[in-house]
């Protein structure tokens, strides 16, 4: 990325200072929050700790998907290549376009340049596959079932 890591630093901070103040708002108020015609109903502290440890989880896993499918040796240590998902990730959510696609690959070939470019292409391939693809079929599959059975009734 063209950022300093000046500018890195401060965009981590200021994420890290946004999630802050949403976990002191969640501690602090109950119910509904009112703020200049804007209203959001907080979750409880509980439901919040529990948000957050299953998005640490989801993405850990997605990240650790992808992350063997690259071959030995060849993305580095797991944590960096963490923080290279999670950009990735992101970049392709703001582009607006559907999953990210050509973006988060893109984004990928330019952070992972120790990373053959087929290589990377073909893991990213199967991580689709496996990561999005199959699901969907999955939950297409069951919703098909449970509205053919709520039919038959």
């Known amino acids: 990325l063209a950022l300093s890591e000046a500018a890195a630093m401060a965009v981590g901070a200021g ?7 949403y976990v002191a708002a969640v501690a602090r108020f ?3 929050l009112r ?15 529990w948000q957050y440890a299953l998005g640490l989880v989801e993405v850990l896993a997605a990240a650790a998907v992808l992350y063997v499918l690259l071959p030995p040796d ?7 290549f963490v923080a290279v998902y999670v950009v990735a990730i992101l970049a392709g959510m ?17 952070m992972l340049r120790d990373v053959p470019p087929e290589s990377l292409l073909g893991a990213v391939l199967a991580y689709r596959l496996l990561y999005e693809l199959v699901p969907f079929v ?10 053919a059975t709520a039919r038959r009734r």
Not at 138 to 147: I, P, R, S, T
């Open 30 to 32: 109950r119910g509904t």
């Open 74 to 80: 060849s993305a580095g240590a797991f944590l960096p």
């Open 15 to 21: 994420l890290l200072v946004a999630h802050a103040l």
């Open 94 to 110: 703001l582009s607006s376009v559907p999953a990210g696609l050509g973006v988060f690959e893109s984004m990928l070939l330019l």
């Open 35 to 49: 703020l200049r015609g804007f209203e959001a109903e907080l979750p409880t502290p509980r439901l919040t700790a």
């Open 138 to 147: 999955l939950g297409l599959l069951l919703f098909v079932g449970w509205e």
